[in-house]
């Protein structure tokens, strides 16, 4: 039997810059009613860049969790922006990189229990690096890492976000890397 | 030189039942005030499980993305829980495994750029399986697949659930699969 919840009714309880927040009355599948609140997010995009035998990562601050992250690059789509072009895109600003064509290799839910952000992660071989253009606010310094020693970063522990490593682990299960 | 950005005030906009969404003002590097929408969640832990050979996950609908996920067992911090306590519960609770002792696999964040929800991921081998004896209003059903079909699965795009693969790779790297 497919599990399902059915939405009955319900209102927006904040509308902000990067999230909306609701709170749906949902059916569930023993005929009660619950509540579901649920963070809205335009959904983004992450790409697991190889140049040449070398991982393209970017190091950063992330506020929210007070402490950087060393993670594949990646971004928010804009308004009305295709994931494969923001992807594209997101590698030129933040890195630089340059590549013809971008792989798929799936989708990523960082926390489907409360918000329905889709990461929508691609598999790039850079052809060029040209000059990396961030964003006005944005700090992050560009770091690439042989392969092995990216994975001996990754057993130490080293890397906490969850697109880079399910990045990896797509890149790795299709046979790219 | 390390990326910072220091907090100069804020205000809570929103109080819900999962989430709380703070509007902080930050100082960046470059001297200029930025606004950061931060969600903020108590936090959860999640269990790679191994029942002998086999990979145990539970499948259940994601009301905020409309879809069902194949997931290991994960759960919220309790108020006040310690995330070793919670995950045993979480594993007893969703699937009635017993293990004797978890491992630390290491820490995931899921979306670091709005939230701070870091989720603490543990290795654990069954030395029984009791009765599942999940929340009233949580629907969910026990899988358990062989490694090699599990990682089958995440080769033909069935696994988009970040923590899973994450937690995977970190098994993987620990060479505890």
């Given amino acids: 039997m497919k599990h399902t919840e059915q939405r009955l009714r319900g209102e927006t309880k904040f509308h902000g810059t990067i999230i909306d927040v609701v709170h749906d009355t949902v059916l ?32 950063q601050f992330r506020y929210p969790i007070g402490r950087e992250l060393l993670e594949i690059p990646a971004g928010k789509l804009e308004k009305g922006e295709e994931p494969y072009s923001a992807a594209l ?29 889709k990461l929508d992660l691609y598999f790039a071989r850079l052809d060029s690096t040209g000059a990396a253009d961030p964003d006005e606010d944005e700090f992050l310094t ?28 797509l890149a790795r299960a299709a046979g790219r890397i």
Same sequence: chains 1, 2.
């Fill in 89 to 117: 895109r997101e590698l030129r600003e933040e890195t630089g990189g340059l590549a013809d064509k971008l792989e798929y290799l799936g989708a990523y839910y960082g926390s489907a229990g409360f918000c329905d952000e």
């Fill in 142 to 169: 560009v770091e690439r890492y042989p392969l092995a020693d990216f994975e001996a970063m990754i057993a130490r522990g080293e890397i906490a976000d969850g697109k880079t490593l399910s990045a990896y682990t």
């Fill in 28 to 59: 569930l599948e023993n005929g009660r009613e619950a509540l579901r609140e649920v963070a809205r997010h335009h959904g983004a995009v992450g790409i697991f860049a190889m140049d040449g035998g070398n991982v393209v990562l970017v190091r």
